[in-house]
């Protein structure tokens, strides 16, 4: 199960109103479910890759941060490397 919108807030120190309209947007999305009772959870839709995918992603992610490389350079270079015969 994903935090609340107010645990996420809290944990953010944003408004809880800011933390509730992402939520919103997730779920419009179809990135989470959100049921009466039973919390929010991430939809199963959400697993657009392959999780080994996923995986390196997130070692990207931290060795980048830990780099502290820019967002923007990582995208270009990996949008540069990508075979351009690829159709996605």
């Known amino acids: 199960m994903v935090a609340s ?4 807030a809290a944990d953010l120190g944003v408004a809880q109103g800011t933390a509730a309209k992402a939520y919103r947007l997730l779920e419009q999305d ?5 049921r009466t009772g039973a ?4 939809a199963a ?3 657009l890759l392959p999780r080994t ?3 390196r992603i997130r ?3 931290d060795d980048g ?3 502290g490389a820019n967002l923007d ?8 490397m990508w075979p351009t015969n690829h159709t996605s």
Do not use: Y
Not at 5 to 8: G, K, L, N, S, T
């Open 65 to 67: 941060s830990t780099a």
């Open 30 to 34: 179809g990135l989470v479910t959100t």
């Open 73 to 80: 350079d990582v995208i270009s270079v990996l949008r540069a």
């Open 39 to 42: 919390g929010t959870r991430v």
């Open 53 to 55: 995918i996923i995986t």
């Open 59 to 61: 070692d990207l992610v």
């Open 5 to 8: 919108a107010d645990e996420i």
């Open 45 to 47: 839709s959400a697993a």
